[in-house]
């Protein structure tokens, strides 16, 4: 059964940092593009960004380009989320997904950005 | 950007009704689409992918259609279980973007 389990929502003050990891287990990590995804309380669904198997191709919403880092560690089966100079506009319930057409998701972290 | 709307934005419905919602592109994406459920307070599930292809395990009562710009998701006999929000999602192009969500609830 696939599972992946988020870890390292909080509170963060505007500006602030914070890293958010994905553990995934029940598929062969290595092989499936993985993405993040988030929704702002009461809203809809945002695409954040998504890395490739190898991690050779990061990609991202424009947003959050140059603020956030999306990385893996395939021995390891984890994918995380480096935010940096986080904005009240951030505040989101951050999804794992696995595959490019986000087909598992897992329960999701909170993040929220206020002072 | 490719944007993505959805119609309507909201329904009301009765168990056993027929349920179609429309999702468009502003640009053709071939058949890279899928849709989604999301009940209250939990994480989406993957309904359809390929904009037509059942995901394993969803109930045979959900079908999709469409391809280019225009595309349905058909609920064909509304069960309570399908009370939740529909998003669909392009990832043809990035940024991938997802429709802004229908909410379907009890009539």
């Known amino acids: 059964e696939v599972q992946l389990v988020e870890s390292g929502g909080g509170l963060v003050q505007p500006g602030g940092s914070l890293r958010l990891s994905c553990a995934a287990s029940?598929?062969?990590?290595?092989?499936?593009?993985m993405s993040w995804v988030r929704q702002a309380p009461g809203k809809g669904l945002e695409w954040v960004a998504n890395?490739?198997?190898?991690?050779?191709?990061?990609n991202y919403v424009d947003s959050v380009k140059g603020r956030f880092t999306i990385s893996r560690d395939n021995a390891k089966n984890s994918l995380c989320l480096q935010m940096n100079s986080l904005r009240a506009e951030d505040t989101a319930v951050y999804y794992c997904?696995?595959?490019?057409?986000?087909?598992?998701w897992g329960q999701g972290t909170l993040v929220t950005v206020s002072s | 950007d490719i944007q993505m709307t959805q119609s309507p934005s909201s329904l009301s419905a009765s168990v056993g009704d027929r349920v179609t919602i429309t999702c468009r592109a502003s640009?053709?994406?071939?058949?890279?689409l899928g849709w989604y459920q999301q009940r209250p307070g939990k994480a989406p599930e993957r309904l359809i992918y390929?904009?037509?292809t059942l995901q394993s395990g969803v109930p045979s009562r959900f079908s999709g259609s469409g391809s280019g710009t225009e595309f349905t998701l058909t609920i064909s006999s509304l069960q309570p279980e399908d009370f939740a929000t529909y998003y669909c999602?392009?990832?043809?192009?990035?940024?991938?973007?997802f429709g802004p969500g229908t909410r379907v609830d009890i009539k």
């Open positions: 029940g598929f062969t990590f290595s092989n499936f593009w």
């Open positions: 997904a696995r595959g490019d057409g986000t087909a598992n």
């Open positions: 640009q053709g994406i071939r058949n890279d």
């Open positions: 390929a904009a037509s």
């Open positions: 999602l392009q990832y043809n192009s990035y940024p991938r973007t």
């Open positions: 890395i490739k198997q190898d991690g050779s191709e990061k």
